[in-house]
């Protein structure tokens, strides 16, 4: 297993403000956050990734893992941030906050969960995506993403989100997979001392409020909150909702930064 190259983009913010980085859905790109940024921007400086074939980051050569992923991503910041990741980038925040305590200051995990779906599952759609591209995972995709009245509401948005999973690399996506097939931090849990906020959408099927509170109650300084509106990509159906929880919990981290909440 290899660190997997990612790419980051600086989405601006006041000089010396906090920096925040943020964190991707699989199938999506940076673009997930577009409603949510001009609101972090305003108090925080931001930065975000992405997964390996996805977006703005070069396809994976080679297996890894989402220990992987933190790993790569820890190495491209050199200060203390916050973090706040979707899914994928959910399980990317945790292991973030276990195995680089020093360098994450909070994380948010939003629609997510400490295990996602079963191994099997997620090795199903690695061959499927291998045999039939990413493009055959669109209409359920759609079904899954979106809360009932979001792509009606924003089809601009949800339709490039639905470009971003049929340009993603495939053997990339299926390496995404591979690694959430693997991704187990249940029993890890306690050893987490960063502040976490577990967050799930109201319609969220994939990662229901069940695995935020798991993540809440099983971590040191942990609390949930669900955004009712949304299902399992919050920064879409609901960026108002989704901005003002990231933001007012670094905020409270921020305010009380040697007694973690």
């Not at 359920?140 to 809360?147: H, L, P, Q, T, Y």
């Not at 470009?163 to 053997?171: G, M, P, T």
């Not at 319609?203 to 229901?208: A, C, G, L």
Request: charge should be negative.
């Amino acid at each position: 297993m290899t660190q997997p190259a990612l790419t980051l983009t600086d989405a601006g913010g006041p000089a010396g403000a906090p920096l925040v980085v943020l964190g991707n859905s699989l199938g999506t790109s940076t673009i997930l956050w577009e409603q949510v940024v001009p609101a972090l921007r305003a108090r925080f400086r931001v930065r975000a990734f992405d997964l390996p074939g996805h977006g703005a980051s070069p396809a994976a050569t080679e297996a890894f893992t989402v220990a992987g992923l933190a790993d790569a991503l820890a190495a491209e910041i050199d200060e203390p941030f916050h973090y706040a990741g979707v899914s994928l980038g959910g399980a990317v925040g945790l292991e973030l906050a276990l195995r680089h305590p020093s360098l994450v200051r909070s994380a948010t995990i939003i629609a997510s969960g400490a295990k996602i779906g079963t191994a099997e599952g997620w090795h199903e759609r690695a061959a499927q995506v291998r045999q039939q591209s990413t493009s055959s995972l669109i209409i359920a995709s759609a079904g899954r993403w979106f809360a009932p009245d979001t792509i009606a509401a924003n089809p601009d948005l949800t339709g490039r989100l639905l470009h971003s999973l049929r340009d993603a690399d495939a053997e990339s996506y299926a390496r995404c997979c591979e690694a959430l097939a693997a991704h187990d931090m249940r029993a890890r849990l306690g050893e987490i001392a960063v502040p976490v906020l577990a967050v799930w959408g109201g319609y969220d099927q994939v990662t229901p409020e069940s695995l935020a509170r798991e993540i809440a109650d099983g971590v040191a300084h942990g609390r949930a909150a669900g955004i009712p509106r949304a299902a399992h990509l919050p920064p879409v159906d609901d960026p108002a909702a989704t901005a003002a929880v990231v933001a007012d919990f670094i905020d409270e981290i921020e305010r009380t930064p040697d007694d973690p909440a």
